[in-house]
């Protein structure tokens, strides 16, 4: 009897992680929900390959997620957004910052409709100078052009000195122009960029008040 007990005892021993290990199976046992590439649900208890990318999750003995991975379509759209909101976090952090040097810059909107005035006389003072320069070029142009085509009849090309001097007086004249059309333009976008600020310098300093 005390053989058959000890037998027993050992038997149990042996068997006993085994019984243990039965038991706990179930409950580690992991229940995954995942979508196929057709948009069909499924429940498995392992996740297939293809299912990487698609996303999953991974639900308790309850049914309740405990774990999700992100598809590869809403990663996209998770990085997508965050992107969006670091470009708007970032224009809301220049435009403080434009909003707190303008308001160190003027106390008065007359002020700023002086520092206006100055930038387009700057501009007005460029445009002066290249008329007068162009005033005394385009008649000098317009006699060595007469020069070259009095020169270059019965097909024959003008002397090349005298075409190079007209040459370089037109890239005067085309210069002078350009001048007067760049700092013109350059004008616009002043007082297009000095109305804006009265405008947000108003905006700014009403919320003050």
């Given at each position: 009897?005390?053989?058959?007990?000890?037998?027993?005892?050992?038997?149990?021993?042996?068997?006993?992680?085994?019984?243990?290990?039965?038991?706990?199976?179930?409950?580690?046992?992991?229940?995954?929900?995942?979508?196929?590439?057709?948009?069909?649900?499924?429940?498995?208890?392992?996740?297939?390959?293809?299912?990487?990318?698609?996303?999953?999750?991974?639900?308790?003995?309850?049914?309740?997620?405990?774990?999700?991975?992100e598809s590869a379509e809403e990663k996209q759209k998770r990085l997508a957004a965050?992107?969006?909101?670091?470009?708007?976090?970032?224009?809301?952090?220049?435009?403080?910052?434009?909003?707190?040097?303008?308001?160190?810059?003027?106390?008065?909107?007359?002020?700023?409709?002086?520092?206006?005035?100055?930038a387009l006389e700057h501009h007005n003072l460029i445009i002066k100078s290249a008329?007068?320069?162009?005033?005394?070029?385009?008649?000098?142009?317009?006699?060595?052009?007469?020069?070259?085509?009095?020169?270059?009849?019965?097909?024959?090309?003008?002397?090349?000195?005298?075409?190079?001097?007209?040459?370089?007086?037109?890239?005067?004249?085309?210069?002078?122009?350009?001048?007067?059309?760049?700092?013109?333009?350059?004008?616009?976008?002043?007082?297009?960029?000095?109305?804006?600020?009265?405008?947000?310098?108003?905006?700014?300093?009403?919320?003050?008040?």
């Amino acid at each position: 009897m005390q053989y058959r007990n000890t037998v027993d005892n050992m038997a149990f021993k042996y068997l006993l992680p085994l019984l243990l290990a039965a038991a706990v199976l179930p409950a580690q046992a992991k229940m995954y929900k995942w979508v196929d590439a057709q948009g069909n649900v499924h429940y498995t208890d392992t996740l297939p390959p293809a299912s990487a990318s698609q996303g999953n999750a991974e639900l308790s003995k309850t049914g309740n997620v405990v774990k999700k991975t992100e598809s590869a379509e809403e990663k996209q759209k998770r990085l997508a957004a965050e992107a969006e909101a670091a470009e708007r976090k970032k224009i809301a952090a220049e435009q403080a910052r434009k909003d707190r040097a303008l308001l160190a810059t003027y106390t008065t909107e007359q002020e700023i409709d002086l520092a206006r005035d100055r930038a387009l006389e700057h501009h007005n003072l460029i445009i002066k100078s290249a008329q007068a320069r162009l005033k005394q070029l385009l008649p000098t142009a317009e006699d060595m052009g007469k020069k070259v085509k009095a020169a270059s009849k019965n097909g024959k090309p003008a002397p090349v000195h005298l075409q190079q001097q007209y040459d370089a007086k037109r890239a005067e004249v085309e210069d002078a122009r350009n001048t007067i059309k760049t700092n013109q333009e350059a004008m616009v976008k002043v007082r297009e960029r000095y109305e804006a600020e009265k405008l947000r310098f108003r905006e700014l300093t009403a919320v003050k008040r």
